[in-house]
């Protein structure tokens, strides 16, 4: 079975530039939830919808972040304009509605902005 | 805000060794679960607890649910090279839903 599906893998960007994340979640998952990763401050997480509609957002930094979610199927976190503390790991996990706690992790996008 | 404090931060061991790795909190968790994350990948669930004091096995791995719902132990036992990567706790808080706290990590070497 095919697992969370994240592109790009890997991004290499200006300072200033528009990036965007995208995800695909485990077909069936109901809840998407978006994460950064650094060194310095760990996994935290940005963003969780469920159902398609954003329910806790109070993770993301600031207004330069925003994602959306238009289908179960699909879900993008975008950074406008980019900057280099924005470098970072960012993970998409899914699961079950009701079933948060265990969630599935893709990949991730190593985000390097220079 | 909620602090997960996971220690050790690293671990050099020899293969076949026993390893010990806790996360204690300040605040009570309805649910401990444990990943793993191998370089260059996502976190994998290892281990998810519902209950205090709950015991609960995954092939050479145990972990426990704390008594006061404030810690959770992982034990690894007859380490080999594969079990190489990161191990994270992470606690979910009663009606919190899908916000999930995270320790920063054990990273576990094993020598062959």
């Known amino acids: 079975d095919a697992g969370v599906i994240q592109s790009p893998r890997h991004e290499v960007t200006e300072m200033g530039q528009e990036v965007t994340l995208r995800c695909k979640p485990i077909?069936?998952?109901?809840?998407l939830f978006w994460y950064r990763q650094t060194m310095m401050r760990g996994l935290e997480l940005l963003i969780y919808?469920?159902?398609?509609?954003?329910?806790?957002d109070s993770g993301m930094p600031e207004d330069r972040f925003s994602a959306k979610m238009p289908n179960a199927s699909f879900s993008t976190l975008k950074i406008q304009p980019s900057e280099p503390r924005d470098s970072a790991v960012y993970f998409c996990?899914?699961?079950?509605?009701?079933?948060?706690?265990?969630?599935?992790f893709g990949p991730g996008t190593r985000l390097l902005v220079l | 805000g909620q602090q997960l404090n996971q220690s050790p931060q690293s671990m050099f061991i020899q293969e076949g060794e026993d390893v010990s790795m806790n996360c204690t909190s300040s605040?009570?968790?309805?649910?401990w679960l444990w990943y793993k994350q191998d370089p260059g990948e996502g976190p994998v669930l290892l281990i998810a607890?519902?209950?205090?004091?709950e015991l609960t096995s995954n092939g050479r791995l145990t972990a426990q649910f704390g008594i006061t719902r404030k810690d959770s132990f992982l034990n690894i036992s007859a380490s080999i090279p594969s079990d190489v990567g990161i191990y994270f706790c992470?606690?979910?808080?009663?009606?919190?839903?899908?916000?999930?706290?995270f320790g920063k990590g054990t990273k576990l070497s094993v020598k062959p």
């Open positions: 996990a899914s699961s079950f509605s009701g079933r948060e706690e265990t969630q599935y």
């Open positions: 077909s069936g998952h109901n809840s």
């Open positions: 919808f469920n159902n398609n509609v954003p329910i806790d």
């Open positions: 605040s009570i968790f309805n649910t």
């Open positions: 607890l519902y209950k205090a004091g």
């Open positions: 992470a606690g979910q808080i009663g009606g919190s839903q899908g916000n999930l706290i």
